[in-house]
């Protein structure tokens, strides 16, 4: 047995969590050496903007991963709601009527994912590339190629506003208040444990009384729910509903996701690591930009993030096993995968 | 035993041999000889070992002890191939063919006949098809797809395929289970045949009807060991039953004596079309029914529909007088119903989680306070229940796969007394755990029930429903075959109706 891997400080750190925090710590104050204009409260503004989409539709998306699902279909289903915004406001309604609207369509559409995946059985890696194209097609019949971008100040200002005197934007209220909803659900409750069960073994899961397909549709309409917010703050955030924004803003979020220590096979990974991973994403990508780099690059270097958080946990198995095998006594079986988000530290056992 | 040396070395033997996986001995000091021209048959229960035998000839399992010997020489078969090398073929009950190549392609498959630039010459590979489905009597088109055809034929393919390889050893591992009468009288005549052009053939069969007429020797194993081996004409099929399970059965766990209260779990008519028919069961208060029978006669399937995680077609369930919402786990533990499953790795636990969010998954909801699970609940729920049934873990957030299997078998039973259930199902309770867990799992069964809980134990082991049942159904091919009380249970009789033999006895 390693004998001093076991104190809880530890394990903490040890944990895919604070690998993230780490990298975070680590690009933050490089970046803020190195590149001119990163570490003023302006472009913290502005890097929280940038981020904000990314971070609320990836709290939904962490349990939908977590369960050992996916949901390509978020960034055509804000594009689309972002339309339908449009288009309502053209018509002459309300925005006090169109905003709820939209989230209502928002949880039809994750409904329509979820009924499919659920229901008739099919892969949600299909079911969402299939829906992420359709979703983004009826954005266009909506739409077309017009941007609506009259709306009123005291929303699109209002969406941008920040706190006080400071120069952090309101929103970061809404993406840490879902983010505290969705971390309890998913650490603290009962659903939250049947997540991790379904992910490592829906039929271990179903045997124990989890109604796996329920659970799962649920999630479903969360995440369409939570695109669509997503949506109206894009919207009235850029003062400019179209039918193509956000496109392609899925693999952000999965790449944050991952980044995050989720497990692409489901099972394992912890919300305070995908905030982490949310946060490096974005605050690599602002650094890029403001040292000039094109957006070409920026997408690589988006690419080979998703690439290298998928790979990385394996290679690092593979190492360990390698260890284990060489070493003498093969001790405990790979470090438990379950979720230590919260800082609690489990109590020392008695025996 | 063998008093004339054959004249011929035989095409393949097995001397001594044994194998052991982690604790549990699979098989030990099994010879067996299998000589040209010669149906040989193989019986035992479940369990006894004859599975672990099949691979091992088929090279899939190298023997810890003993060796295997072609044509009287030692020969290792390392990996299937070399086993294929040496002219064995094994024909599995379900055989896998690849469904959208076509019949010549799979007997073919890897050894096409080849025309002029490395092209597949099929006109050859049909031919040659034709030849082998000629020389077992039978047709079938070599260019259809496989997909389609039935498992008689499939089975066929499969023996063409072997022929075409020039096996001398073939190894027919319950064949006949998915076979139609006709089926199987086909298949004899091709067995027959093979016999008579001086193949070597291993015949393993449940039915000892088939056995009696087809077969020349019959080899018996029983718990791994090596029993006898007979000419068929000096056996009976009652001398075969009482070689199998000849056992002494005194040394496990009695249950108790105590007396039935209600009737508790009432199932009527449940019925799914081809997997079981019109089962009725019935079990009271402080009562252990077994469910007998053997491997695939449909007992696990029934459970699992009692339980509600596979759908039936008609018939009810009730608990209490109330009944059951189809096809609803959640609505059947809220009745008080658990069940304890038959693939604890798959079904009964979620591995790679700790050992107390497995000892809680099935207390989730009443262990949280306003939607919130307390930490501390579910420590001492997970704590209170791994000290009661003594499971040895090192900690409770250790993965449960760290676990030995029956230490597994314990969180499962955990989880699921966690629950205070009226009815216990338990799924084969003490399969591959160690005899000590064993005992205590038993021991804990009969406390249960002297508790006044309700319990269904299917089991495929007779020591076990013969020490622990008050009274035992057997299970033959979907139905219900026999009901019999505690005195009226032996091994004979649930050997008999597990076998559909019922009366054929005495």
């Known amino acids: ?351 | 035993m063998a008093q004339q040396p054959p004249p011929v070395p035989p095409p393949l033997a097995l001397v001594d041999a044994a194998k052991s996986f982690g604790s549990v001995k699979a098989l030990q000091g099994v010879s067996l000889t299998l000589r040209a021209g010669e149906i040989h048959a193989l019986c035992g229960e479940n369990g006894a070992g004859k599975s672990t035998l099949v691979k091992m000839i088929a090279g899939v399992h190298q023997p810890d002890e003993g060796r295997i010997e072609v044509d009287g020489e030692p020969a290792v078969f390392a990996r299937p191939a070399d086993a294929q090398r040496a002219g064995v073929a094994v024909i599995y009950q379900e055989p896998t063919l690849f469904p959208d190549l076509s019949v010549a392609e799979n007997i073919f498959m890897g050894r096409q006949p080849l025309a002029r630039g490395r092209r597949i010459d099929k006109a050859a590979m049909h031919a040659a098809s034709d030849a082998l489905f000629a020389r077992l009597g039978v047709r079938i088109d070599p260019a259809r797809p496989a997909k389609g055809l039935s498992i008689a034929d499939q089975q066929l393919i499969e023996i063409a395929k072997a022929l075409s390889l020039q096996a001398r050893v073939l190894v027919m591992d319950e064949p006949t289970a998915a076979l139609s009468g006709v089926e199987v009288e086909r298949l004899f005549t091709v067995a027959r045949s093979l016999r008579d052009s001086g193949s070597a053939i291993l015949f393993i069969s449940h039915r000892f009807d088939e056995v009696f007429s087809l077969c020349d020797r019959v080899t018996v194993m029983r718990d791994g060991r090596y029993i006898s081996t007979d000419p068929i004409g000096e056996l009976t099929v009652d001398a075969v039953v009482r070689k199998m399970v000849g056992r002494d059965i005194a040394a496990l766990f009695p249950k108790q004596d105590t007396e039935p209260g209600d009737t508790v779990l009432e199932v009527r008519g449940l019925t799914r079309a081809g997997v079981f028919s019109d089962v009725d069961l019935t079990v009271r208060a402080g009562e252990i029914v077994a469910l007998a029978g053997l491997v695939g006669a449909g007992r696990s399937e029934v459970m699992r529909a009692v339980f509600g995680v596979d759908r039936y077609d008609s018939g009810t369930v009730s608990v209490n007088g109330r009944a059951l919402p189809k096809a609803s786990p959640a609505a059947a533990m809220a009745a008080g119903v658990a069940l304890v499953p038959e693939d604890r790795r798959q079904q009964g636990l979620v591995m790679e989680l700790s050992v107390e969010r497995n000892a809680t998954l099935t207390r989730r909801w009443p262990l949280s306070r306003f939607g919130l699970l307390r930490s501390s609940a579910e420590e001492g729920t997970a704590r209170e229940w791994a000290e009661r049934l003594q499971v040895k873990a090192g900690r409770l957030t250790d993965a449960v796969s760290t676990l030995s299997g029956g230490n597994q078998q314990k969180v499962v039973l955990a989880k699921w007394l966690a629950t205070g259930p009226k009815v216990l199902i338990v799924d084969e309770p003490t399969r591959g755990i160690d005899v000590g867990t064993k005992s205590e799992v038993h021991r804990l069964l009969s406390e249960l029930a002297g508790q006044g809980l309700a319990v269904v134990m299917v089991s495929s082991e007779l020591p076990e429903v013969l020490g622990m049942a008050d009274r035992v159904l057997v299970m033959h091919e979907g139905r219900i075959s026999a009901e019999l009380s505690r005195d009226e249970a032996t091994e004979e009789s649930v050997m008999y109706a597990a076998t559909g033999q019922r009366g054929e006895a005495a």
Request: hydrophobic share 55%; glycine share 10%; proline share 5%.
């Open chain 1, 1 to 351: 047995m390693a004998p001093e891997s076991t104190s809880p400080l530890r394990r903490l750190l040890a944990t895919r969590e604070a690998s993230v925090v780490g990298a975070l710590i680590v690009t933050v104050i490089a970046a803020s050496f190195w590149i001119e204009g990163f570490a003023t409260g302006r472009n913290t503004g502005f890097l929280i903007l940038d981020i904000a989409a990314i971070a609320l539709i990836a709290l939904p998306m962490t349990l939908i991963v977590i369960t050992g699902e996916i949901d390509l279909s978020v960034a055509s289903t804000l594009g689309l709601t972002s339309a339908v915004m449009g288009q309502l406001w053209v018509m002459g309604l309300p925005l006090e009527t169109i905003v709820p609207l939209c989230v209502v369509l928002g949880a039809v559409l994750g409904a329509v994912n979820g009924l499919l995946v659920t229901v008739a059985g099919l892969p949600s890696l299909a079911v969402t590339i299939g829906t992420m194209a359709l979703y983004r097609g009826l954005a266009y019949v909506v739409l077309g190629d017009r941007a609506v971008a009259d709306f009123p100040f005291s929303w699109t200002g209002g969406a941008t506003a920040r706190i006080g005197e400071t120069q952090i934007p309101w929103v970061v209220l809404l993406v840490i208040g879902l983010a505290v909803v969705f971390g309890v659900v998913l650490h603290a409750t009962p659903v939250g444990r049947a997540l991790y069960a379904i992910g490592n073994n829906d039929e271990a899961a179903r045997f124990s009384g989890i109604s796996v397909r329920m659970t799962k549709l649920w999630l479903f309409v969360a995440s369409g729910a939570v695109s669509a917010v997503a949506g109206v703050f894009w919207t009235l955030q850029y003062s400019s509903a179209r039918a193509d924004n956000a496109a392609g803003l899925e693999l952000s979020v999965v790449a944050a996701v991952l980044l995050g220590g989720v497990s692409i096979f489901g099972g394992s990974g912890a919300l305070a690591g995908v905030i982490g991973g949310v946060l490096l994403l974005g605050t690599i990508r602002n650094a890029l930009q403001l040292a000039d780099v094109s957006s070409d690059t920026l997408s690589i270097v988006t690419g080979l993030l998703l690439v290298i958080s998928v790979v990385a946990p394996n290679v690092v198995t593979r190492l360990k096993e390698r260890r284990r095998a060489t070493a003498p006594p093969p001790d405990r079986a790979a470090a438990d995968s379950s979720p230590s988000s919260s800082p609690t530290v489990p109590a020392p056992s008695k025996r």
